[in-house]
């Protein structure tokens, strides 16, 4: 699949919950995702939802823009448990 054509449907790890998380933050293209800044999204979805989410998200997050800025990302890095012992501290 040629990079603009991916959809962020097409990203691993990537379910219902977090499409409509990503358009709750106005997320709508894989391009958009590239540019996005895991921790910042995860702080905006705890704000728009009023409450602290659970921290995987981040790194589903991250897994997502990992595969949003290297379509050639290696399987490993694209699943999100992969990026849990490498999230920064809060």
Known sequence: MKTEDRK???LESVGPATLA?????????????ARADA?????????CR???VDRC????FRAAIAQARDP????EQRKWW?????RPPA
């Open 72 to 75: 050639d990302l290696p399987r």
């Open 39 to 47: 921790r910042d999204l995860y702080d905006r979805l705890c704000a």
């Open 8 to 10: 962020l449907g097409d």
């Open 50 to 52: 009023g409450e602290r």
């Open 57 to 60: 998200c981040e790194d589903v």
């Open 82 to 86: 992969y990026w849990s012992s490498r």
């Open 21 to 33: 998380d990503f358009e709750r933050l106005g997320i709508a293209s894989v391009e958009e995702l």
